[in-house]
């Protein structure tokens, strides 16, 4: 999806299982894994940069590299 960071807000998240959903600024939904968050501690609202992506399940976008927002690439 080139170099352009994409932003959303994190608009689920199950901690059991890890996984969630970004909602893009544009309305895309991005699947999100535990591991794609680095560090930063996921939570339904926290506004996110997507760094990176790949094909996910059934062929679907999801997030490899998330970062707060507020942080600087």
């Known amino acids: 999806m080139g170099s352009n960071v994409m932003t959303g807000k994190i ?3 199950n901690a059991v ?3 969630g959903i970004v909602r893009l ?3 895309r939904e991005i699947r999100l894994t535990l591991t794609a968050c680095g560090y930063m501690r996921p ?3 926290k506004r996110v940069r997507v760094l990176s992506l790949t094909e ?3 062929g679907r976008p999801k997030a490899t590299l998330l970062q707060p927002e507020e942080e600087k690439a």
């Open 11 to 13: 608009s689920s998240y």
């Open 17 to 19: 299982d890890g996984l």
């Open 25 to 27: 600024d544009d309305g």
């Open 43 to 45: 939570e339904v609202g």
């Open 56 to 58: 996910g399940f059934e």
